[in-house]
């Protein structure tokens, strides 16, 4: 139905991760520093610290104009909540405090900034998100107010160990073989019962084998110097013999992680905005810091890393919440993963975050990129958004993005211009970068990807690969191929309000054809519908004219009109 297609809104607001240490729990990190209030100013600071400094120079040289040009207006008294507690100020002239007191007041007012989340105590919601162990790898939502806390608590095994033993996998295989020969001969069937190490062998699952290569590739990165980690802390710095890693290397252990995302979603599409959340980004990304965290122990390290500089909100008066954020940053992964991970998903587009640097990873919420059906009149409107009844795109859980839902009798519609792609592919050292730009360069809107594959001589599953790699980043659209016998009408779902805007874009691009608004009424002049080829002058024009319906579908101006016969 119509109605179920909605514009894209996360309602996030805001990312805190909750640990329990020797059964303590602790709020380490959140982001943004002020939840729920304006953060432009930490977003357009870290965005130029990360770009002058490249994120790897120390803060400590951040010269004082930056700070005063995006301070979170420590001095103003507005922006303090305060209560019964508050020290009053003696003034003693105008304008002036006496020492004792001004210290006093600004190191209450740093801990309450850094300290009070949504009007809560930091000590008080760390508690209220840790749910019991019977909520381990469940979906965890609990609504205070107008927001919503959804999460994933990860829990340790017995022990308080992440990585199940191996005498324990071996236990239950026995106990899963022994259980499977008994229910065999009370059924009276014939089975031979598998010895042990079969037994081991056959019911130790993909999951186990992963963690234990996991081992084995954590064990080389300890390994590996000092110059090729990236942005780790120094626990990692020095390689580590056999004999040391197996004696416990920190004295207290990490009984939980939860990684809660705190959402404001209207009330009539809560139930809505939280799946999206929970399915694409909340679930997966516990996953795989349940993952790192067996490995090598990851959340543990950068969670007391974050915490021993929680302290410095209150101490370093002479520094901004903006300045300590970006300390934060340079110093530990897990913080700038979930920086990144806010600053995108909270605007719709793609998070590529990196937990260490053989580590990397991409969330996104799906955004709509059609619609069969226009609107009601109280429905939300969506202008623009292509108009049509066929689509032939991967599903939205297809992690792998094995393609095999695109039809062989569709292309590839690019939603940018072919040199800005390749710039961007060419930018990244992806092994996918030169199947890519062999793809782009012999990709037409024209040829469906079975026409393609026959005269290029690729693989069709190799171009349909590459095809869903495209879409899934938001740079290409499965359509059917354009054709000039094709009837092309201007789309009902058009958006008017960028008219102008879009005639100066199109005039630079087609300069010596008609213009925007003439192509669009020639389309629309006869009360009957007519093919496409109506409009080329010439054979010579009709490379040009197949571009410029190219262009005119790629931002929804026109669509095809289709006729079905049963």
């Given at each position: 139905?119509?109605?179920?297609?909605?514009?894209?809104?996360?309602?996030?607001?805001?990312?805190?991760?909750?640990?329990?240490?020797?059964?303590?729990?602790?709020?380490?990190?959140?982001?943004?520093?002020?939840?729920?209030?304006?953060?432009?100013?930490?977003?357009?600071?870290?965005?130029?610290?990360?770009?002058?400094?490249?994120?790897?120079?120390?803060?400590?040289?951040?010269?004082?104009?930056?700070?005063?040009?995006?301070?979170?207006?420590?001095?103003?008294?507005?922006?303090?909540?305060?209560?019964?507690?508050?020290?009053?100020?003696?003034?003693?002239?105008?304008?002036?405090?006496?020492?004792?007191?001004?210290?006093?007041?600004?190191?209450?007012?740093?801990?309450?900034?850094?300290?009070?989340?949504?009007?809560?105590?930091?000590?008080?919601?760390?508690?209220?998100?840790?749910?019991?162990?019977?909520?381990?790898?469940?979906?965890?939502?609990?609504?205070?107010?107008?927001?919503?806390?959804?999460?994933?608590?990860?829990?340790?095994?017995?022990?308080?160990?992440?990585?199940?033993?191996?005498?324990?996998?071996?236990?239950?295989?026995?106990?899963?073989?022994?259980?499977?020969?008994?229910?065999?001969?009370?059924?009276?069937?014939?089975?031979?019962?598998?010895?042990?190490?079969?037994?081991?062998?056959?019911?130790?699952?993909?999951?186990?084998?992963?963690?234990?290569?996991?081992?084995?590739?954590?064990?080389?990165?300890?390994?590996?110097?000092?110059?090729?980690?990236?942005?780790?802390?120094?626990?990692?710095?020095?390689?580590?013999?056999?004999?040391?890693?197996?004696?416990?290397?920190?004295?207290?252990?990490?009984?939980?992680?939860?990684?809660?995302?705190?959402?404001?979603?209207?009330?009539?599409?809560?139930?809505?905005?939280?799946?999206?959340?929970?399915?694409?980004?909340?679930?997966?990304?516990?996953?795989?810091?349940?993952?790192?965290?067996?490995?090598?122990?990851?959340?543990?390290?950068?969670?007391?890393?974050?915490?021993?500089?929680?302290?410095?909100?209150?101490?370093?008066?002479?520094?901004?919440?903006?300045?300590?954020?970006?300390?934060?940053?340079?110093?530990?992964p897990l913080a700038k993963a979930i920086t990144t991970l806010y600053n995108n998903i909270?605007?719709?587009?793609?998070?590529?975050?990196?937990?260490?640097?053989?580590?990397?990873?991409?969330?996104?919420?799906?955004?709509?990129?059609?619609?069969?059906?226009?609107?009601?009149?109280?429905?939300?409107?969506?202008?623009?958004?292509?108009?049509?009844?066929?689509?032939?795109?991967?599903?939205?859980?297809?992690?792998?993005?094995?393609?095999?839902?695109?039809?062989?009798?569709?292309?590839?519609?690019?939603?940018?211009?072919?040199?800005?792609?390749?710039?961007?592919?060419?930018?990244?050292?992806?092994?996918?970068?030169?199947?890519l730009t062999h793809y782009l360069q012999i990709s037409k809107p024209t040829k469906s990807?079975?026409?393609?594959?026959?005269?290029?001589?690729?693989?069709?599953?190799?171009?349909?690969?590459?095809?869903?790699?495209?879409?899934?980043?938001?740079?290409?659209?499965?359509i059917p191929p354009l054709h000039q016998r094709d009837t092309y009408i201007v789309s009902?779902?058009?958006?008017?309000?960028?008219?102008?805007?879009?005639?100066?874009?199109?005039?630079?691009?087609?300069?010596?054809?008609?213009?925007?608004?003439?192509?669009?009424?020639?389309?629309?002049?006869?009360?009957?519908?007519?093919?496409?080829?109506?409009?080329?002058?010439?054979?010579?024009?009709?490379?040009?004219?197949?571009?410029?319906?190219?262009?005119?579908?790629?931002?929804?101006?026109?669509?095809?009109?289709?006729?079905?016969?049963?």
């Amino acid at each position: 139905m119509a109605s179920d297609v909605l514009p894209p809104n996360p309602c996030l607001v805001a990312i805190l991760l909750v640990v329990r240490v020797n059964y303590e729990p602790r709020i380490v990190f959140h982001y943004p520093p002020r939840p729920g209030k304006d953060n432009t100013h930490f977003t357009r600071y870290l965005a130029a610290q990360e770009k002058d400094q490249g994120g790897t120079s120390s803060t400590d040289s951040d010269s004082s104009s930056s700070e005063d040009d995006v301070a979170i207006e420590i001095g103003k008294s507005k922006d303090l909540k305060t209560g019964d507690d508050t020290p009053e100020l003696d003034v003693e002239e105008p304008g002036s405090i006496s020492p004792e007191k001004n210290e006093m007041w600004n190191s209450q007012y740093a801990q309450t900034k850094w300290n009070d989340v949504f009007g809560f105590p930091l000590e008080a919601l760390a508690r209220l998100l840790c749910p019991p162990s019977t909520a381990h790898k469940e979906r965890f939502e609990m609504s205070i107010g107008d927001k919503v806390f959804v999460g994933r608590p990860m829990y340790a095994h017995e022990g308080d160990e992440w990585k199940k033993k191996k005498a324990e996998r071996k236990a239950k295989a026995k106990k899963a073989a022994a259980d499977e020969a008994a229910k065999a001969q009370s059924k009276g069937l014939a089975s031979r019962q598998p010895s042990a190490p079969e037994a081991d062998e056959s019911t130790t699952d993909a999951s186990e084998q992963d963690e234990e290569c996991g081992e084995r590739r954590a064990s080389l990165n300890h390994a590996a110097p000092a110059t090729n980690e990236g942005p780790t802390s120094t626990i990692d710095s020095a390689p580590r013999t056999k004999a040391e890693s197996s004696k416990p290397a920190w004295k207290e252990k990490l009984n939980l992680f939860h990684v809660v995302f705190v959402l404001d979603p209207p009330p009539l599409e809560y139930q809505l905005r939280v799946k999206d959340m929970y399915d694409h980004v909340i679930k997966k990304f516990s996953k795989a810091l349940k993952r790192e965290q067996a490995r090598s122990r990851y959340v543990y390290r950068e969670a007391s890393l974050l915490y021993k500089e929680a302290p410095l909100m209150v101490r370093a008066l002479d520094q901004s919440l903006a300045t300590l954020y970006h300390r934060y940053q340079t110093r530990s992964p897990l913080a700038k993963a979930i920086t990144t991970l806010y600053n995108n998903i909270s605007m719709s587009r793609i998070a590529h975050i990196n937990l260490t640097p053989t580590s990397s990873l991409s969330f996104q919420i799906p955004v709509p990129t059609s619609i069969s059906v226009l609107p009601g009149p109280l429905a939300p409107q969506l202008p623009g958004l292509w108009l049509t009844t066929a689509t032939s795109l991967p599903a939205e859980d297809d992690v792998n993005m094995t393609s095999s839902q695109l039809a062989s009798h569709f292309t590839l519609l690019l939603l940018s211009d072919l040199p800005t792609i390749l710039a961007e592919i060419h930018d990244t050292s992806s092994p996918l970068s030169a199947p890519l730009t062999h793809y782009l360069q012999i990709s037409k809107p024209t040829k469906s990807f079975l026409q393609i594959s026959q005269t290029s001589g690729m693989h069709l599953s190799d171009i349909q690969f590459l095809a869903s790699h495209l879409i899934y980043w938001r740079k290409a659209r499965a359509i059917p191929p354009l054709h000039q016998r094709d009837t092309y009408i201007v789309s009902p779902n058009a958006d008017m309000s960028k008219l102008a805007s879009a005639t100066s874009k199109f005039a630079r691009a087609f300069p010596a054809l008609p213009s925007l608004p003439k192509l669009l009424n020639l389309l629309s002049a006869t009360t009957t519908p007519r093919v496409y080829a109506s409009l080329i002058p010439s054979k010579d024009h009709k490379e040009a004219f197949m571009n410029i319906l190219a262009w005119l579908l790629r931002d929804g101006w026109v669509t095809q009109l289709r006729t079905f016969m049963w």
